[in-house]
């Protein structure tokens, strides 16, 4: 991991004798001493580096205090990576799970430190520009490998509900929103909870998905343009993979310094594929025609965006926030909002 590391704040220490304890009960190999830092990205879920003679590791847990009912589910993080990692997919190693609250304090799962390059900024700006075109083409390739596979060959033909994913999950994000009463109303939400579910396209299609699939939950091998792991996996589960893609390709919406958009910029000058481009190459390996209304699928994955960093707010105000970024994510809320609400008058299809 190439995410920024810092000491454990205070809201997310825990006791490291005691974690230390565990591992050795329940990681193989494993041995001390333990020295434990804390990555300073994971919005949702305090995620750690730990050190030892031997090896690194990674955890990732539920954060401390009060949480909404079935978010932060390491469990399934857990879950997903094991089974993937099982057929291939590239995904840290799991090594174990913990539901018993009394170690840490809260569940955790502990898997393997993978060496690669995190990129933060989706123009790829630290690579050579004849290779950025390669670095799309890893991802599309990766995320099409994903939903190329079938869930229950792997295990998970049970981790979601198949079938209406778009009502559900329109309705799951309305519902965080408009419940968490403390992060206060957005207009441009209140209008896509009105207008989302009113233009659900027609058509089921079921796959596994990501749920955040963008260049920074990807590790890139050290020195050549490949996906060597995909990270954080809480928001997965069985869905539409056109909901995935379309979360993964909104940044080609969203303007430069807006997140890491891409919108506006000499995409042929910096050797990055276009929009349509990128869409051909993941139509054609998933083998479809194209992608129908794919401003409804974008101002969904950017209403859900907007949710999520809603929902970060929330926990803000709390004072549960787990990134040190989160008040820089909470900024974008309204902006974030408005641009969701954009495609629902761009009528654009690829």
Known sequence: MADALVTVREAHRFDEAALASWMRDHVEDFAGPLTVEQFAGGQSNPTYRLRTPARDYVLRRKPPGALLKGAHAVDREYRVITALGSAGFPVPHAYALCEDDAVIGTAFYVMEMVAGRTFWNTAFPDVPTAERAAYFDA??????????????????????????????????????????????????????????PANIPPGEETSLVHGDFRCDNLLFHPSEPRVVAVLDWELSTLGHPLADFAYHLMVYRMPPGFSTGLAGLDLPALNIPSEADYVAAYCRRTGRDGIERLDFHLAFSLFRLAAIIHGIKGRLIRGTASSANAAAAVEQLERVAELALAQTRHRGES
């Open 139 to 196: 991802m599309n390739a990766t995320i099409a490998a994903l939903h190329r596979l079938d869930p229950a060959s792997v295990g998970l033909g049970d981790y979601g509900r198949p079938g209406n994913y778009f009502q559900r999950q329109i309705a799951r994000w309305s519902r965080q929103y408009l419940d968490d009463e403390i992060a206060g109303r957005v207009p441009a939400l209140d209008a896509l909870v009105e207008w989302l």
